[in-house]
């Protein structure tokens, strides 16, 4: 029987969940679901100084937006100090750590003399022991680090689901910190925070995480976290596959940042994006099926094995993200989005939008709309004054349509306030005044919309209250 299936998505709370980690949520959500597995969420706080509840709040916040549900936890990294210890006590004592009292004036020192002598910076594993090799007594007053005791010899291989094959030789890697003195306030004999590579192999072993998906800037850490493993796994336990994604661009060509459009997938929501089109983009930005753009969270199931996954660095595209959205919408449950429009209104001050009027005209107008915020846009002419742009009401309302927009406020009074009703007071005043459609209706939306162009003007003054479409027909 194989191992099933376990992912995780393990965030740091430093800061909002970009784009990026979002992406990786969404593989590792995917290929879990794909192979009815387990999918874990893990925090990484052990950077205390930078970690904040407002992230940790964040994070979930926007995986809960996404809908990228998981099995397990959240799990918190500085709620397993003791186990980290616990497995560097048993390092040190199986002579696969040890404790290094160099002080940072050393260290320097260290680094300097290797610069004067042309060397790369690393280690030199002074306080490493060896056979037969003589070390210090500890000096009094320094709080060691504990290093792992890095192969000297030999090369880590492995198979990069996104890479391929990838090899590094042992004599590249020093011997890495795994664990540091937590600060002044620390409990005296406290062995300290572990730091990022020790606590996550701790975790992914303790986890049985079985698949890796992250951000390939962690391929320089990889070579280090299979040593670990291989020091600390009992049993035979089988080491994760590795999937190293490579970056997600900005669209112009840099990478992605705070000033490049790397804001977090919250933002995305509040610029009225729909969770399924923030996947479906996520989803094809570094992985592809064939040439399909389009697709519901349940085809990202069904279709990511792992394989496909882009070797190269996506572009973010925000035009292609709005068409994909657009796409969505169409599709979008017409209450639902009745609901989010509701939403975006209240926040513009817009309090007296009833569900049951922005339903219908959601219906109507989504067809036409990228965005959540565009579809607000439109629905607002319900219960705020329009304004349209003066060179529309030149172009529009001519000297030759008034006559008929003031016969047409006179049968809306007392037309039966529905799209057939309308539509029979329209053609009967057109009738009358020996206007076409085309001279009438621009007007008539100029006017009461705001705008020159919309769906069916019968369907659309049929969604407004008939004094709303009077008061804006009244001043001719
Ligand atoms: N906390 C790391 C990060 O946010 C996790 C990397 C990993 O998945 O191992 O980059």
Request: glycine content about 6%; some cysteine; charged content about 20%.
């Amino acid at each position: 029987m194989s191992t099933p299936v376990r992912t995780r998505i393990a965030p740091s709370p430093t800061g909002f969940l970009h784009l990026g980690t979002a992406r990786t949520a969404l593989y590792s959500w995917a290929y879990a679901r794909h192979h009815g597995g387990q999918f874990v969420l893990r925090i990484e706080d052990t950077d205390v100084a930078r970690s904040t509840q407002e992230s940790v709040q964040q994070i979930l916040d926007s995986m809960h937006w996404l809908g990228l549900q998981y099995d397990e936890g959240p799990f918190f990294q500085m709620q397993r100090l003791a186990r980290y210890h616990e497995v560097a006590e048993g390092m040190i004592a199986a002579g696969t750590a040890y404790r290094c009292y160099c002080t940072p004036e050393e260290l320097d020192a260290m680094r300097e003399a290797q610069r004067a002598r042309g060397e790369k910076t690393h280690y030199d594993r002074r306080w490493r022991p060896m056979p037969g090799k003589k070390l210090p007594p500890p000096p009094s007053g320094v709080q060691p680090v504990v290093r792992f005791c890095n192969p000297v010899d030999g090369i880590v291989s492995w198979d990069d689901l996104v890479k391929g094959p990838i090899s590094i030789s042992n004599h590249e890697i020093d011997d890495l910190i795994i664990l540091r003195p937590s600060g002044g306030d620390a409990p005296a004999g406290s062995l300290g925070v572990p730091t990022y590579n020790f606590a996550v192999v701790v975790d992914d072993l303790d986890m049985a995480i079985t698949h890796v998906f992250r951000g390939d800037e962690h391929i320089n850490n990889t070579p280090w976290q299979i040593n670990i493993f291989q020091a600390i796994a009992q049993d035979g336990a089988p080491l994760p596959r590795f999937g190293h994604c490579p970056i997600i661009l900005g669209d112009d060509g840099q990478k992605l940042s705070k000033r490049r459009g790397a804001v977090s997938v919250t933002a995305y929501e509040e610029a009225g994006f729909l969770p399924e089109a923030m996947l479906n983009y996520l989803a094809r930005l570094g992985w592809s099926h064939g040439d399909d753009e389009l697709f519901t969270p349940e085809q990202v199931v069904q279709w990511f094995d792992g394989s496909h996954l882009a070797k190269s660095p996506a572009q973010w595209d925000p035009a292609k993200l709005a068409w994909v959205n657009a796409h969505h919408m169409k599709l979008a449950d017409d209450a639902r989005l009745a609901a989010l429009v509701q939403r975006h209104l209240q926040q513009r001050g817009i309090t007296d939008a009833p569900l049951a009027q922005l339903t219908p005209a959601a219906a109507l107008f989504k067809d036409r709309c990228s965005t959540v915020v565009e579809l607000a846009d439109w629905l607002a002419m319900f219960y705020v004054p329009v304004q349209a742009a003066p060179a529309e009401l030149q172009a529009h309302v001519t000297p030759a349509v008034v006559p008929a927009l003031q016969a047409l406020r006179e049968a809306l009074a007392s037309a039966v306030w529905d799209k057939a009703g309308i539509g029979a007071a329209i053609k009967q005043v057109l009738a009358a005044q020996g206007l076409k459609m085309p001279q009438l209706a621009p007007a008539l939306r100029v006017l009461v919309c705001g705008r020159s162009q919309t769906p069916s003007i019968d369907a659309v003054l049929a969604l407004f209250q008939r004094d709303v479409v009077l008061t804006r027909l009244q001043h001719l």
